[in-house]
């Protein structure tokens, strides 16, 4: 009750602050600026916010009842295969949407996706796939979404897992 009273009291001190203004003066109309207010709150406390937002976030997500959370998180990398598969057909000549992929192309495609994913995934997220070697259930995940050749055979994903690892940790 205490911290309510509080509260009032500041609010009404800043009601005070702002309509004050208004009554002061000799008559003419004194206009509030609460835009240049609204702009200047944002610019000083707009970390705060963003901070503020996402430990509501990240609290509300742990509150959630675990099927729901599971869900999410399937969702979440779904939508993580779904960029890098993406991102490894638009880094690749030769390679797009649809087309039917040979195995050197297929394999440079898997390895601009997973270079792609290394770089911009959160680990939580990759550790999401397997518990002992991520990269793999990644690589995996990923040449499922890609349209290879019937011809074409599984690549060697250990080793283009190692490859692109090393590759983003020497950078």
Not at 94 to 108: C, D, M, P, Y
Not at 113 to 134: C, I, M, T, V, W
Request: glycine share 8%.
């Amino acid at each position: 009750m205490h911290r309510l009273s509080r509260v009032a009291a500041a609010a009404l001190l800043l009601l005070a602050c702002l309509v004050a203004p208004a009554f002061a003066g000799d008559g003419s109309p004194v206009t509030v600026p609460w835009g240049d207010l609204i702009v200047w709150l944002l610019v000083t406390f707009g970390g705060s916010f963003v901070a503020l937002a996402l430990a509501l976030y990240h609290l509300v997500l742990k509150h959630l009842s675990v099927p729901l959370r599971t869900w999410l998180q399937q969702h979440n990398a779904d939508q993580l295969i779904e960029r890098m598969v993406g991102a490894g057909l638009n880094s690749v000549a030769g390679a797009s949407r649809g087309k039917v992929l040979t195995a050197e192309i297929g394999n440079q495609v898997l390895a601009a996706a997973l270079n792609y994913g290394f770089a911009q995934a959160p680990k939580r997220l990759a550790s999401y796939f397997d518990q002992g070697h991520a990269g793999v259930a990644v690589a995996k995940a990923v040449y499922a979404r890609l349209n290879m050749d019937e011809d074409a055979s599984a690549p060697d994903f250990q080793a283009i897992v190692a490859q692109t690892a090393a590759a983003v940790s020497a950078r």
